[in-house]
């Protein structure tokens, strides 16, 4: 069965320090993927998606995610984080049936 | 473009009652979705509605129900309200179809049941 695990459901980094979000998945098929955002009290805001076309591909905000076929990734970077980055962040992958598997989401927080 | 707008944003509700729900899709989309949303469970699937029906069902009582209008509109029902039911309710759109084009999501309605 696909799956999707986030590997940290917390990650505290410093503001103007780079920021790691792991996303790992578990499927057969070329899959679709997307990183959520959902900061407080409000609803989830697209970043990006992968969809089989160039692997590194760049979202809003300074995001970037790359797929790695081999490790089953797609892990969510930023080189330098930003105070108002302090959010919820989802690891999403679309099956073969068009269905949404989520991840379980990992808070970021950013200290001064 | 307006994005997916869902009314009302704040409900305060006590057990026994109902609700009702609604969500604006974005202009041309066929497809919405609900979700439930709390801190022990996460984000949860409720049911998709395209075209006017109910494409697909998460794992939830028969309480929760929906609908969409041919307009795309929808709404999601809530009856006899529990204590568990408190969540944030999110709707999401997106074009709809077999197609892998992601989902646009409103700013939810916050649930409180007493």
């Known amino acids: 069965a696909q799956s999707v695990t986030q590997l940290d459901s917390h990650v505290s980094v410093s503001e103007g320090t780079p920021v790691l979000l792991r996303c790992n998945y578990s499927?057969?098929?070329?899959?679709?993927l997307f990183w959520y955002v959902q900061h407080p009290n409000k609803g989830l805001q697209l970043l990006l998606k992968?969809?089989?076309?160039a692997t590194l591909v760049k979202g809003i905000n300074g995001f970037e995610a790359e797929f790695k076929k081999s490790e089953t990734s797609f892990h969510l970077t930023k080189p330098s984080a930003h105070m108002s980055d302090a959010a919820e962040y989802f690891c999403v992958y679309m099956d073969s049936n068009y269905q949404l598997i989520w991840g379980a989401g990992t808070k970021l927080i950013i200290k001064p | 473009k307006a994005g997916v707008t869902q009314t009302p944003r704040y409900l305060i509700k006590t057990r026994g009652q109902q609700v009702t729900l609604s969500c604006s899709p974005i202009?041309?989309?066929?497809?919405v979705s609900w979700y439930q949303q709390t801190p022990g469970q996460g984000l949860q699937f409720l049911f998709e509605?395209?075209?006017?029906?109910?494409?697909n069902k998460g794992n939830f009582p028969g309480r929760f129900s929906g609908r969409q209008f041919s307009n795309s509109r929808s709404e999601m029902n809530v009856s006899t309200l529990e204590l568990g039911d408190s969540a944030l309710y999110l709707c999401?759109?997106?074009?709809?179809?077999?197609?892998?084009?992601?989902?646009?999501f409103g700013d939810g309605t916050r649930l409180s049941i007493l």
């Open positions: 999401a759109s997106s074009i709809g179809g077999q197609n892998n084009q992601p989902q646009h």
């Open positions: 509605y395209f075209s006017e029906t109910q494409r």
């Open positions: 992968y969809t089989s076309a």
């Open positions: 499927s057969s098929y070329s899959p679709s």
């Open positions: 202009s041309g989309h066929r497809s």
